[in-house]
């Protein structure tokens, strides 16, 4: 029971994602050698050998194909994943900065699981950068120099020839892709463990936000601000300086004399203060 708990999670994949142990794949069939090849297609009947190579051609083809697509999705899971942990590292910006700080034993399980993607995550990239590392694997193609053998042979000895190397080819090319296709299979189970952990992670820490931005609302809400106003009253004081009119009056000799006349005082109001002024006006009167 222990032991399936520990393949279904994957754990057993922790050696194979350092380094420390590596994937080995059986042939798809027990004679494997070149040699070992040419003696069993010696014995093949003349009239099949051309269905023979159209059908070992098929699957030499199948194979690269095969190769191409285990290839095509490591590298969609490695983009995947650094997605995946560019939006995991941000996340705390996400928090709003006046949530009430958490308990610590949910901080603690929160900082747990994140932990665990980070694994999960990193585990997940070890595993399938080595189905596209280049160097480890050598696969086996037909070779070209095998054209310049044929002036020395008969038809059917290359056709023989080219059977031979077609399943050789597809056995070496089979065995590669069958530890590509473990690396992956692995680097797909510790991906699916880091979804699962972070929509653990959100059923955990989202409705702790919704609840602590309750807790912040409902504080403020209660809190009653006042701002205190002060009015500014302005005085202003207008003086109307008083003008002052000298009668005059003209003289028999010819000068001019100043003649008073009393005029009731006028009063001019400004919008400040009123000031009472006295106001005089000269007039000139001939006199025969």
């Not at 057993?12 to 494997?32: C, H, M, N, R, V």
């Not at 997940?124 to 480890?136: D, F």
Request: with cysteine; glycine share 4%.
């Amino acid at each position: 029971m222990t032991n399936r708990i520990i393949e279904a999670l994957g754990i057993d994949l922790f050696p194979y994602a350092i380094g420390t142990s590596e994937f080995k794949s059986d042939a798809p069939f027990e004679p494997t050698k070149l040699s070992d090849i040419q003696n069993q297609v010696k014995d093949l009947d003349a009239k099949k050998l051309d269905d023979a190579l159209v059908y070992s051609k098929g699957l030499l083809d199948d194979e690269s194909s095969r190769g191409e697509k285990l290839e095509s999705k490591a590298y969609n899971l490695i983009g995947v994943t650094g997605i995946s942990a560019a939006f995991i590292t941000g996340i705390s910006s996400l928090i709003p900065s006046e949530l009430q700080p958490f308990h610590p034993m949910l901080l603690g399980t929160l900082l747990f699981i994140y932990i665990l993607i980070v694994i999960s995550l990193t585990v997940t990239v070890l595993l399938a950068s080595r189905v596209v590392i280049v160097g480890n694997y050598r696969y086996s193609f037909p070779d070209i120099s095998d054209v310049f053998k044929m002036n020395g042979q008969s038809a059917i000895e290359i056709k023989k020839d080219r059977l031979t190397t077609y399943i050789y080819c597809y056995a070496k090319n089979n065995q590669i892709h069958n530890i590509k296709a473990s690396y992956l299979i692995g680097s797909q189970l510790w991906f699916r463990n880091s979804v699962v952990l972070f929509l653990l992670l959100a059923f955990t820490f989202i409705p702790n936000i919704f609840y602590s931005t309750g807790i912040y609302q409902s504080q403020s809400s209660a809190v009653l601000s006042l701002t205190p106003t002060t009015a500014m009253l302005t005085e202003t004081q207008t003086v109307v300086p008083a003008t002052s009119t000298i009668p005059v009056s003209l003289t028999p000799s010819g000068t001019i004399q100043p003649t008073i006349q009393p005029q009731p005082p006028q009063i001019t109001m400004s919008p400040s203060r009123a000031i009472p002024t006295e106001t005089l006006f000269v007039s000139v009167t001939p006199t025969p």
